[in-house]
Nanobody
Framework: QVHLVESGGGLVQPGASLRLSCTASGTIVRINVMGWYRQAPGKQRDLVASITGDGGTNYADSVKGRFTISRDNAKNTVALQMNNLEPEDTAVYFC?????????????????WGQGTQVTVSS
């Protein structure tokens, strides 16, 4: 079994920074794409940023230039550095990983989600 645990959310003022982190544990052979999604009240869950195994990144237009995604393959961790936060960034943030666990995942890459962490940007 694989578990993802997130940390780093909180309440900040506009213009502030936060760093989110997500670590996977369990039977892990390889992690493909890692990503961060967010969901505001009454809205769908949307991709914020993703990073491939070789470091290729993709960002939502609304966060380009403000957010940076990174990964540490040795620690099975993905981080999201969020700078110059805006009230529109307020949401629950979820990490997501595509994880291959060998025979324990029936030799397939399975999709895992963190529990979510609240980010609130308000003055």
């Amino acid at each position: 079994q694989v578990h993802l645990v997130e940390s780093g959310g909180g309440l900040v003022q506009p213009g502030a920074s936060l760093r989110l982190s997500c670590t996977a544990s369990g039977t892990i052979v390889r992690i493909n794409v890692m990503g961060w999604y967010r969901q505001a009240p009454g809205k769908q869950r949307d991709l914020v940023a993703s990073i491939t195994g070789d470091g290729g990144t993709n960002y939502a237009d609304s966060v380009k230039g403000r957010f940076t995604i990174s990964r540490d393959n040795a620690k099975n961790t993905v981080a999201l550095q969020m700078n110059n936060l805006e009230p529109e960034d307020t949401a629950v943030y979820f990490c997501n990983m595509g994880i291959y666990s060998g025979y324990q995942s029936n030799y397939r890459v399975l999709d895992y989600w963190g529990q979510g962490t609240q980010v609130t940007v308000s003055s």
